[in-house]
Nanobody
Framework: QVQLVESGGGLVQAGDSLRLSCVAS????????LAWVRQTPGKEREFVAF????????YYANSVKGRFTVSRDNARNTVYLQMNSLKPEDTAVYYC?????????????????YGQGTQVTVSS
């Protein structure tokens, strides 16, 4: 079992930045790939970003590429999502996810473990 706890969400204006954090516990952090997914009411969960246990390879959704950066600190058991140039359409609950796979799964938003989520609201 892997426990994931997100933090860092909030209310910001369009164009602002936020950094989300997710602390993991329960298993060897370095053996897991970590991801961020997001969800808005009435919509399916959407893949945002992924960082692999293998060489820290990263993958991004086209909608966030160039604006968001995912990173990890294995010594702190933490994964981050730096979000810049935020847009109102980025408003969602953001979830941290974990899995032992080396590349993003198919479908993209399906992982073994999820946190409870943190709300990000971007006003126009």
């Amino acid at each position: 079992q892997v426990q994931l706890v997100e933090s860092g969400g909030g209310l910001v204006q369009a164009g602002d930045s936020l950094r989300l954090s997710c602390v993991a516990s329960g298993q060897t952090f370095s053996k897991y790939s970590l991801a961020w997914v997001r969800q808005t009411p009435g919509k399916e969960r959407e893949f945002v970003a992924f960082i692999s246990w293998h060489r820290d390879a990263t993958y991004y959704a086209n909608s966030v590429k160039g604006r968001f950066t995912v990173s990890r600190d294995n010594a702190r058991n933490t994964v981050y999502l730096q979000m810049n140039s935020l847009k109102p359409e980025d408003t969602a609950v953001y979830y941290c996810a974990a899995d032992t796979i080396a590349q993003p799964p198919d479908p993209l938003a399906e992982f073994d473990y999820y946190g409870q989520g943190t709300q990000v609201t971007v006003s126009s």
